[in-house]
């Protein structure tokens, strides 16, 4: 009677043990390879002429003059630009609204994160060049001194408020570094995200006076071409920035 007993509890608990094993090494995989993927693939970036050059961007300021809710309000896609150029500051204060770091210890930043993972990489086409957006040290890298606007408006089916704005943001999404921990279901949650970063974008520049429009029509891999993105960057919005006209 006895060894029956022990045999059925065997058998019941056999598989319960395999399978939580199984779900701790997963686990635990996960978390290595997505911080491995992470950095292997931030490397890739390639400078499309040979640009080396890092602009360390003015402090996010903490208080405006326009409140949240004033904000919210305001906002409106704006399509039709002045010729006026967005000030260094301007421009930082709308990264940090992206993407910014927002607790140091921990990493974490303006917009959530599923995992805490980061997905998200930002890249932004001005006049003077192509620059991507180093949120842990709140820099720009150049990575090339041509202007892509007009190549990027004709990647974009032609939507002139991408060449006439003073600043293109690009939001592009390493895919691997949030589906390596939760699979397939990790597809909605990068672009989850990035709707999180491009409405922050909407708010900070309506704070800010200026307008912007987030736009999803787009050939991909015209996008990928014209910025020389690796593979593994996806783009997924273009988002005009400027003074309004």
Same mark, same amino acid.
């Given at each position: 009677?006895?060894k029956k007993y022990y045999r059925h509890l065997l058998f019941i608990l056999l598989p319960v043990l395999i399978l939580s094993l199984t779900f701790f090494t997963l686990s635990g995989c996960s978390k290595i390879n997505t911080k491995d993927l992470s950095f292997k693939i931030q490397d890739q970036v390639g400078k499309t002429d040979g640009e080396s050059e890092e602009i360390m961007l003015p402090d996010p300021k903490?208080?405006?003059?326009?409140?949240?809710?004033?904000?919210?309000?305001?906002?409106?896609?704006?399509?039709?630009?002045?010729?006026?150029?967005?000030?260094?500051?301007?421009?930082?204060? +709308?990264?940090? @609204?992206?993407?910014? &770091?927002?607790?140091?210890?921990?990493?974490? !930043? #303006?917009?959530?994160?599923? $995992?805490?993972?980061?997905?998200?990489?930002?890249?932004?086409?001005?006049?003077?060049?192509?620059?991507?957006?180093?949120?842990?040290?709140?820099?720009?890298?150049?990575?090339?001194?041509?202007?892509?606007?007009?190549?990027?408006?004709?990647?974009?089916?032609?939507?002139?408020? +991408?060449?006439? @704005?003073?600043?293109? &943001?690009?939001?592009?999404?390493?895919?691997? !570094? #949030?589906?390596?921990?939760? $699979?397939?279901?990790?597809?909605?949650?990068?672009?989850?995200?990035?709707?999180?970063?491009?409405?922050?974008?909407?708010?900070?520049?309506?704070?800010?006076?200026?307008?912007?429009?987030?736009?999803?029509?787009?050939?991909?891999?015209?996008?990928?071409?014209?910025?020389?993105?690796?593979?593994?960057?996806?783009?997924?919005?273009?988002?005009?920035?400027?003074?309004? !006209?």
């Amino acid at each position: 009677m006895n060894k029956k007993y022990y045999r059925h509890l065997l058998f019941i608990l056999l598989p319960v043990l395999i399978l939580s094993l199984t779900f701790f090494t997963l686990s635990g995989c996960s978390k290595i390879n997505t911080k491995d993927l992470s950095f292997k693939i931030q490397d890739q970036v390639g400078k499309t002429d040979g640009e080396s050059e890092e602009i360390m961007l003015p402090d996010p300021k903490l208080k405006g003059s326009i409140s949240l809710e004033e904000a919210l309000k305001i906002r409106r896609s704006i399509r039709d630009f002045s010729e006026k150029d967005l000030t260094l500051e301007d421009i930082s204060q +709308i990264l940090w @609204a992206a993407q910014g &770091i927002t607790e140091e210890s921990l990493g974490f !930043r #303006t917009a959530p994160s599923a $995992g805490a993972l980061y997905p998200l990489e930002l890249f932004v086409v001005k006049s003077d060049g192509l620059f991507h957006y180093v949120a842990e040290e709140h820099k720009l890298e150049k990575l090339s001194s041509q202007d892509l606007r007009q190549k990027l408006m004709k990647a974009s089916l032609f939507q002139e408020s +991408i060449s006439t @704005a003073p600043i293109d &943001i690009v939001i592009t999404a390493i895919y691997e !570094r #949030t589906t390596a921990k939760y $699979g397939e279901r990790g597809i909605r949650y990068v672009h989850i995200e990035a709707g999180h970063a491009c409405q922050n974008i909407l708010l900070q520049a309506a704070a800010l006076q200026l307008g912007a429009v987030p736009i999803g029509a787009f050939s991909d891999d015209e996008v990928q071409k014209v910025l020389n993105l690796p593979a593994a960057y996806k783009p997924l919005y273009v988002i005009p920035v400027g003074h309004p !006209r």
